[in-house]
Nanobody
Framework: VQLQASGGGLVQAGGSLRLSCTAS????????MGWYRQAPGKQRELVAA???????HYEDSVKGRFTVASDFAKNTAYLQMNNLKPEDTAVYYC??????????????????WGQGTQVTVSS
């Protein structure tokens, strides 16, 4: 399974960016997709995630500014980022939890990461 992320870039504070992440390869279904970010010198943190049941989670600092959406029929998730702040500057990583048959034949969940995409917000 491969994840291809796109949409990062440089934007001024108050601006917007939209990240996309598409999963490809062999898998039975997608359970969830999410976005993490890692700023220099900081740990990677979960920013937003969405499940196949449309359960959504946001990190507190992005609530009201970021919107996560999915089109799992296209194996894709999106992160719309509005009113960006300099503290949002980080490398953003896409993660997918997919289901595939395990060793015993039952469906099991496996996690995959995409390559990071840089988001830089200037003040």
């Amino acid at each position: 399974v491969q994840l291809q992320a796109s949409g990062g870039g440089l934007v001024q504070a108050g601006g917007s960016l939209r990240l996309s992440c598409t999963a490809s390869g062999s898998f039975f279904s997608i359970n969830a997709m999410g976005w993490y970010r890692q700023a220099p010198g900081k740990q990677r943190e979960l920013v937003a995630a969405i499940t196949s049941d449309d359960e959504i989670h946001y990190e507190d600092s992005v609530k009201g500014r970021f919107t996560v959406a999915s089109d799992f029929a296209k194996n894709t998730a999106y992160l719309q980022m509005n009113n960006l702040k300099p503290e949002d500057t980080a490398v953003y990583y896409c993660k997918a939890a997919v289901r595939n048959p395990g060793l015993m034949g039952s469906l099991e969940e496996y996690d995959y990461w995409g390559q990071g995409t840089q988001v830089t917000v200037s003040s």
